[in-house]
């Protein structure tokens, strides 16, 4: 597949023209189509296929999904994490269960994550719940991670203000002395695995003319049913 042809307009901000302007900026996507024929059965081999061209294709960090979740009163949040696995139960990433998402996934467990693949002009939106997985496979991959990611999750109390950098170097620089390289970093209490597991995946395909291919898995019963969406 080829990738979008971008022919976006850029002004100088500092030049004659002004500021830049974003209505300006177009791409044309020429890139082959998808079809109900070329899909896997399930959201998992699809996704596994094209994860594995994104990947192929150079793509800078193709694990990377923007999840988005909502407080009680329904008020959005937005950020971006890193897939660490997934399978035919879903999609899982880890995170401080005290953070923004954490606190609002366990008062909301609908939530969104997406794929934008800008550059292969494909994007993958899962829409699902979230939960917890098991503690062992928290401890399981927490035990994966370089020494420093580890001390890093126990130094973080993800999402609350702190006064200022220093404070939280400060606080790395007594748990790394603490629990030096070569010594086992104990899994923090509230830090873990989120699994989302769909209702549904799209798989968006760029196509010239902003006619795209957009194809919906929506679970049904034990098995999924396919729908294409208008463009």
């Known amino acids: 597949m080829s990738p979008a042809s971008r022919t976006p307009r850029i002004d100088d901000p500092d030049g004659p023209e002004g500021p830049?302007?974003?209505?300006?900026?177009?791409?044309?996507?020429?890139?082959?189509?998808?079809?109900?024929?070329?899909?896997?059965?399930?959201?998992?081999?699809?996704?596994?296929?094209?994860?594995a061209e994104a990947a192929?294709?150079?793509?800078?960090?193709?694990?990377?999904m923007v999840v988005s979740t909502a407080d009680a009163a329904g008020r959005p949040s937005s950020r971006t994490v890193l897939l660490k696995a997934f399978d035919e139960r879903g999609f899982v990433f880890?995170?401080?269960?005290?953070?923004?998402k954490g606190?609002?996934?366990?008062?909301?467990?609908?939530?969104?994550?997406?794929?934008?693949?800008?550059?292969?002009?494909?994007?993958?939106?899962?829409?699902?719940?979230?939960?917890?997985?098991?503690?062992?496979?928290?401890?399981?991959?927490?035990?994966?991670r370089p020494h420093g990611s580890q001390v890093g999750a126990l130094t973080?109390?993800?999402?609350?203000v702190v006064a200022s950098r220093a404070?939280?170097?400060?606080?790395?620089?007594?748990?790394?002395a603490r629990y030096p390289e070569g010594t086992e970093v104990p899994v923090p209490t509230e830090w873990g695995g989120i699994r989302v597991v769909p209702e549904s995946v799209e798989?968006?395909?760029?196509?010239?003319?902003?006619?795209?291919?957009?194809?919906?898995?929506?679970?049904?019963?034990?098995?999924?049913r396919v729908e294409r969406l208008s463009p």
């Open 20 to 51: 830049l302007d974003p209505s300006g900026m177009r791409a044309q996507y020429r890139t082959a189509g998808l079809v109900e024929e070329d899909l896997a059965t399930d959201p998992y081999g699809q996704f596994a296929r094209w994860f």
């Open 56 to 64: 192929a294709s150079g793509l800078d960090e193709p694990n990377a």
């Open 94 to 100: 880890f995170t401080n269960y005290g953070s923004r």
């Open 103 to 144: 606190l609002e996934i366990a008062s909301n467990p609908f939530v969104s994550a997406l794929f934008p693949w800008h550059p292969i002009a494909r994007q993958i939106i899962v829409a699902g719940r979230a939960e917890r997985v098991a503690p062992e496979e928290t401890a399981a991959y927490f035990r994966s």
């Open 156 to 160: 973080s109390a993800q999402s609350t």
């Open 167 to 176: 404070e939280i170097d400060a606080a790395y620089a007594e748990l790394a």
């Open 203 to 224: 798989f968006w395909q760029g196509r010239e003319n902003r006619l795209h291919d957009r194809l919906r898995y929506v679970r049904a019963g034990e098995g999924w």
